[in-house]
């Protein structure tokens, strides 16, 4: 099949930038197996859990002080989901990407750690790794391969306080040199901004897109519903993440 004009521009942009910055939400792990929070194939888009709260509810800073059992219920699901699981064409797409010498920072939502996996070296990953466990109370931290020996809730080998994932609850803060990493990222500029499988609800973001667009810098969205940046990205495409970059990564190997 000859690829759409859409594939071939997106081909060109990727060809002749040099700083690419790659946004990347839940859809793009979702070609690897791993469902959604919302949307296509979302997890909780039926509604409420068990206990008959929103999912933001049960995985929330307050949640996890007041009943941190109903929060790990729910981060146990997330990483049972994870698991067995292994990242696909679109996070190998980035990595090609950077060892052929571009620069690419990727700025993903996802906890699954799957942009590492695959080899890119500059990611953001703004919610943090599920794998990363810490104590908040001594500062214990290690990093587990899965929670399968886990008990849940885990309790501190230390000082034997409920552990937690160093992931990004709703209601709390962003990590502070994360954000300061993001800033300096943005700073100094990119020529090519992608948009991968999210909805664009949280402002940080939407935002690096909004400014891209407002700047003329081209702007992509892989994204198989139409989402609040849609209506101002350069290219829409209505694919899926790991099949359209796939058909991107054919055409551009093509002319490289
Ligand atoms: P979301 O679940 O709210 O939305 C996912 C988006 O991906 C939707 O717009 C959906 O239409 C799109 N999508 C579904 N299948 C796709 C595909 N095959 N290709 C491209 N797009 C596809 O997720 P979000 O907005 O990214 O984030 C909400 C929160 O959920 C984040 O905080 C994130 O940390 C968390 N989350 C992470 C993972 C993970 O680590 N893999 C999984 C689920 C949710
Ligand atoms: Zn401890």
Redesign the pocket.
Known sequence: MTPSANIKEIASLVEDANRILSIT???????SG?P???????LYSQGLTEEGLPIETALSHRMFLERPAISWKYIAQIEQTCRGKKPNTGHYFFAELEKSGKRVCILT????GFHHQAGSTNVIDI?GHIYDIVCSHCRFRCRVESYSELDIPPSCPRCRKILRPDVVLFDEMLPVAKLARLEKELEKGFDLVFS????S?FPYIAQPVIAAAKNGIPTVE????R?AISPIVRIKIDG??AETLRKVEDQWKEKH
Not at 25 to 31: F, K
Not at 196 to 199: D, E, H, L, V
Not at 222 to 225: F, G, H, L, R, S
Request: glycine content about 18%; charged content about 15%.
């Open positions: 939400g839940a859809g793009i792990s979702a070609d791993l959604t929070y919302r949307g296509v194939g979302g939502q996802n906890v699954d919610h991968i499988g999210t909805t609800f892989i994204n198989p519903d989402t899926k993440a």
